[in-house]
């Protein structure tokens, strides 16, 4: 079946606009992660949802970044008044419903660029 | 605070040879343990995990990993590496509660020389 996509693959910005990137994650999943990895790291969490709602936004890094996932499916990563900070590959993954595993499964990312 | 580490940013093997790429994890309680690998354009695919039992896992493409809960490690191993084998692998940790995060390690970079 279908993984999980994300959209656009890259996208180049410049400082101070707003970006939307967006996740499909795979059908029947219910939970949703967001992550970032920036050059030489690991991902480091984001956000995660379960369902419609932010189970945990602790990841965040301020109040620039938001995320929504309005019908417990798509959801979109918004970034307000970008930063060259920002540029990094913004991972989603996805999992099952509890009791059925907690294996995530990654998408391939987006790439920013804030010029 | 939890935390992962793996010491070796780069390692490069002949193919044929083993392979060993280590990994130790700070954590408050029993974790779940993983192992992903990254090609270059590629999402992040699971390797292997431990949750319980056995404390030597198979995973995917002839890898295994090795649990020691008295070193704090869990060192991912293969026997004989293939040149395809060459990507960047990940370890994490992540709570036994369902759906929470992971907490990754900064990574090896695997090369692999003929």
């Known amino acids: 079946g279908a993984g999980v996509s994300q959209t656009p693959s890259n996208k180049v910005t410049e400082k101070g606009k707003y970006v939307e990137l967006r996740c499909d994650p795979i059908s029947g999943h219910t939970a949703l992660y967001w992550y970032r990895q920036s050059l030489g790291q690991g991902p480091e969490f984001l956000i995660y949802?379960?369902?419609?709602?932010?189970?945990?936004d602790s990841g965040l890094p301020n109040d620039r970044f938001f995320a929504v996932r309005p019908e417990g499916s798509v959801s979109t990563l918004k970034i307000q008044r970008t930063e060259r900070g920002d540029s990094a590959v913004y991972l989603c993954?996805?999992?099952?419903?509890?009791?059925?595993?907690?294996?995530?499964?990654f998408g391939p990312g987006t790439r920013l660029t804030v010029t | 605070a939890q935390s992962v580490t793996q010491p070796d940013i780069h390692i490069t093997v002949s193919e044929g040879a083993s392979l060993e790429l280590r990994c130790n994890y700070s954590?408050?309680?029993?974790?779940?343990l993983f192992w992903y690998v990254q090609s270059p354009g590629q999402g992040l695919q699971l390797l292997l995990k431990?949750?319980?039992?056995?404390?030597l896992v198979q995973g995917i493409k002839g890898f295994e990993a090795e649990f020691k809960r008295s070193q704090s490690s869990f060192n991912l191993r293969k026997p004989s590496v293939h040149w395809s084998d060459a990507a960047e692998y990940f370890c994490a940790v992540g709570p036994m509660e369902y759906g929470n995060k992971l907490v990754f390690g900064a990574g090896t970079i695997l090369r692999v020389k003929s």
């Open positions: 954590y408050g309680a029993t974790p779940y």
């Open positions: 431990y949750f319980s039992g056995d404390t």
């Open positions: 993954a996805s999992s099952r419903a509890p009791g059925t595993g907690y294996e995530q499964y």
């Open positions: 949802f379960q369902g419609t709602g932010a189970a945990d």
